[in-house]
């Protein structure tokens, strides 16, 4: 595989400055509704706020990678005292929760760093988090020639896992007749 440069942008999150205020979850919904900004609803959100104000915890998450099944393994996490819930770091749609999944259809969410055209300056929840607990950094790095999985194709893998080929292959065939 050859080497390409590629951009690497990603987003720094401080915890000590996270309020809970959830206008990350608002935009981010607003920003990838379709039309653009028709309607918000933070369970279309690619990030989540994980909120316990009893025990003081408030933590953002992007969402990541969809996987096909839930891993074997769970890790709790105390940091500064304060104990965060199994699962809470972990980016993955996965088939144990409904974080990161189209509340209607199912199918995965993953952030996109808002892609748009014309770029955007910095990533929408960045902009929106008036308490700078999101910090956008952008890097070159070399890095192997990948294929990127889009929208499409991962929801696509993810009907897959859940119908099989075949149901989804006749479906395809019998919507394409309809015309
Ligand atoms: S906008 Fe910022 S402060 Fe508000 S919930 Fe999101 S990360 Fe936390
Ligand atoms: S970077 Fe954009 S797509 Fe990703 S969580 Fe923030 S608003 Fe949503």
Known sequence: MSKVKKKIK??????????GCRACEV???????????????????????????????????????YAAAECMGRDKYVIDGKEYGECSFCRASCPSRDAFKEPDSGLPLKCDMCEDDPAQEKPLCVQWCL??????????????????????????????????MQKIMDTVARLSKKG
Do not use: Q, W
Request: net charge negative.
């Open 131 to 164: 308490n700078d607990a999101l910090i956008y950094e952008e890097r070159e790095e070399e890095v192997e020639e990948e294929e990127k999985l889009g929208d499409v194709e991962t929801g696509l893998e993810s009907m897959v896992d859940k119908y099989g």
């Open 27 to 65: 935009v981010c919904s607003a920003f990838h509704a379709s039309p653009k900004y028709s309607s918000n609803n933070p369970a279309r959100s690619r990030i989540r706020m994980i909120r316990d104000p009893i025990r003081d915890v408030y933590l953002p998450v992007y969402a990541g990678e």
């Open 10 to 19: 990603s987003i720094k999150i401080d915890l000590e400055k996270c309020n």
